[in-house]
């Protein structure tokens, strides 16, 4: 399995008890709408699969997993701060009215000046916006998703319409 036949859920947190239990950060919405019995932890760079034993879901973005196998602190312990994935099969479909800013990631960037830039490998959030990330001529580049940017969003042909601010992409290009 690799990671692009994945989407993250979260990670692991914490220990809890010496019986192999650990907290999870979950944050993925409506997980515990999911029905899974294994998931996949990325154990530097690789998939690794395990087998649920049992996941108590506490709040919004909290839950206790028991994995089989994982029966003591020790082997617990090998997996804290790692993150947790699930099969894209398992990836409930979006309707049109649920797609986020953050779902542009694979889209193609068009700018008004500069045509287009190139596919989105990434958008992160930070406290006070969306950031996408894109390869232009071989250059991170990095620009803000927001309403003075975005001109138009074309979710069947999967392309976002944008008017970078003047000077943006010289600013990456320069050496």
Same mark, same amino acid.
């Given at each position: 399995?690799?990671?692009?036949?994945?989407?993250?859920?979260?990670?692991?947190?914490?220990?809890?008890?010496?019986?192999?239990?650990?907290?999870?950060?979950?944050?993925?919405?409506?997980?515990?709408?999911?029905?899974?019995?294994?998931?996949?932890?990325?154990?530097?760079?690789?998939?690794?699969?395990?087998?649920?034993?049992?996941?108590?879901?506490?709040?919004?973005?909290?839950?206790?997993?028991?994995?089989?196998?994982?029966?003591?602190?020790?082997?617990?312990?090998?997996? !804290?701060?790692?993150?947790?994935? /699930?099969?894209?099969? &398992?990836?409930? #479909?979006? =309707?049109?009215?649920? @797609?986020? $800013?953050?779902?542009?990631?694979?889209?193609?960037?068009?700018?008004?000046?500069?045509?287009?830039?190139?596919?989105?490998?990434?958008? !992160?959030?930070?406290?006070?916006? /969306?950031?996408?990330? &894109?390869?232009? #001529?071989? =250059?991170?580049?990095? @620009?803000? $998703?927001?309403?003075?940017?975005?001109?138009?969003?074309?979710?069947?042909?999967?392309?976002?319409?944008?008017?970078?601010?003047?000077?943006?992409?010289?600013?990456?290009?320069?050496?």
């Amino acid at each position: 399995m690799k990671t692009e036949d994945c989407f993250r859920i979260g990670s692991i947190l914490k220990t809890k008890g010496l019986k192999g239990e650990m907290q999870i950060y979950v944050d993925f919405d409506d997980i515990e709408k999911i029905k899974f019995s294994s998931l996949f932890i990325d154990m530097a760079g690789k998939m690794i699969p395990y087998f649920v034993s049992s996941v108590k879901y506490l709040q919004k973005s909290q839950a206790y997993l028991n994995l089989e196998d994982v029966d003591t602190i020790e082997k617990a312990t090998m997996l !804290v701060k790692k993150d947790l994935y /699930l099969s894209n099969k &398992l990836k409930p #479909k979006k =309707k049109k009215e649920e @797609f986020t $800013l953050k779902d542009v990631k694979g889209f193609v960037a068009v700018d008004e000046t500069h045509g287009e830039l190139g596919e989105i490998l990434d958008v !992160v959030e930070y406290p006070q916006q /969306l950031i996408a990330t &894109l390869s232009y #001529k071989n =250059k991170e580049v990095l @620009f803000p $998703l927001n309403v003075e940017i975005i001109k138009g969003i074309d979710v069947e042909g999967s392309e976002l319409y944008i008017a970078l601010p003047d000077g943006l992409l010289d600013v990456y290009l320069e050496d």
